[in-house]
T-cell receptor
Framework: KNEVEQSPQNLTAQEGEFITINCSYS?????LHWLQQHPGGGIVSLFM???GKKKHGRLIATINIQEKHSSLHITASHPRDSAVYIC???????????FGEGTQLTVNP | NAGVTQTPKFQVLKTGQSMTLQCAQD?????MSWYRQDPGMGLRLIHY???????DQGEVPNGYNVSRSTTEDFPLRLLSAAPSQTSVYFC?????????????FGNGTRLTVT
C-alpha cells in the first residue's frame, strides 16, 4: 500500500461544478503540499499546510491531522483548471517528500 | 528572480552515454532535490541536498550521481545511460525542512535513452 493515496485517479467535470480531490496518508507528517501539473508539464505549488484550512481564489485545501486526510476543493470549476493535481507529504522525520500518483482533472466547457 | 532553472528541456541519449542535467536556483534555498516522473507512478526522489557540500540518496539513486558545490547549483549526472532511465526529470528547491516553505520546481527535462 502506498504511503500517500489519492482519489479519484481521474475526474471529469462540467464547467461550474464543485470539485473535490482527496489525499490520505499513513505516515506522520509535518506538512502536506498540493501541487498542480499543467498539461505542458510544469509543476507549481498550490498550498502547503500543516493544519486547518487554506483558501486561494477558487481553491480551498483542508487537512485533518488526526484522520490523516486532506482535501483539495475547486469551486466554480473552469476548463483552465484541467491539470494533474498532486498531493505530497513531508514526513516528521527526515527531509524527504512522498508523492501521491496524482489526480487527472478534466473540466469540459 | 528566475526561480529554478533546469536544462536541457529535451535530451536523447544512446545506451552507455553520459550526460549532466543542470539545475540552478537564485532564491538562496538550502534544500534541493531531483525527482523522476514515470507514467502511473508518483514523483520519486533520486537524490537531495540540504546545503552546499551535503547530499543524500533518495528512493531511486542507482545510476545517478549528484554534487552540491554551491548553494545555487545541483547537477544530476548519468554516468552510463540505460533505457530504464527514460523519464521526465524535475529539480525542485525550498528552504530546509519545508514546513513553512513551498516547493519550487524547474520545468522538467524529458530524457529518452535508446
Amino acid at each position: 500500500k502506498n504511503e500517500v493515496e489519492q482519489s479519484p485517479q481521474n475526474l471529469t467535470a462540467q464547467e461550474g461544478e464543485f470539485i473535490t480531490i482527496n489525499c490520505s496518508y499513513s505516515v506522520g507528517i509535518s506538512a502536506l503540499h498540493w501541487l498542480q501539473q499543467h498539461p505542458g508539464g510544469g509543476i507549481v505549488s498550490l498550498f502547503m499546510l500543516s493544519s486547518g484550512k487554506k483558501k486561494h481564489g477558487r481553491l480551498i485545501a483542508t487537512i485533518n491531522i488526526q484522520e490523516k486526510h486532506s482535501s483539495l476543493h475547486i469551486t466554480a470549476s473552469h476548463p483552465r483548471d484541467s491539470a494533474v493535481y498532486i498531493c505530497a507529504v513531508e514526513r516528521t522525520s527526515g527531509s524527504r517528500l512522498t508523492f501521491g500518483e496524482g489526480t487527472q482533472l478534466t473540466v469540459n466547457p | 528572480n528566475a526561480g529554478v532553472t533546469q536544462t536541457p528541456k529535451f535530451q536523447v541519449l544512446k545506451t552507455g552515454q553520459s550526460m549532466t542535467l543542470q539545475c540552478a536556483q537564485d532564491m538562496n534555498h538550502e534544500y534541493m532535490s531531483w525527482y523522476r516522473q514515470d507514467p502511473g507512478m508518483g514523483l520519486r526522489l533520486i537524490h537531495y541536498s540540504v546545503g552546499a557540500g551535503i547530499t543524500d540518496q533518495g528512493e531511486v539513486p542507482n545510476g545517478y550521481n549528484v554534487s552540491r558545490s554551491t548553494t545555487e547549483d545541483f547537477p544530476l549526472r548519468l554516468l552510463s545511460a540505460a533505457p530504464s532511465q527514460t523519464s521526465v526529470y524535475f529539480c525542485a528547491s525550498s528552504y530546509f525542512r519545508t514546513g513553512g516553505s513551498p516547493l519550487h520546481f524547474g520545468n522538467g527535462t524529458r530524457l529518452t535513452v535508446t
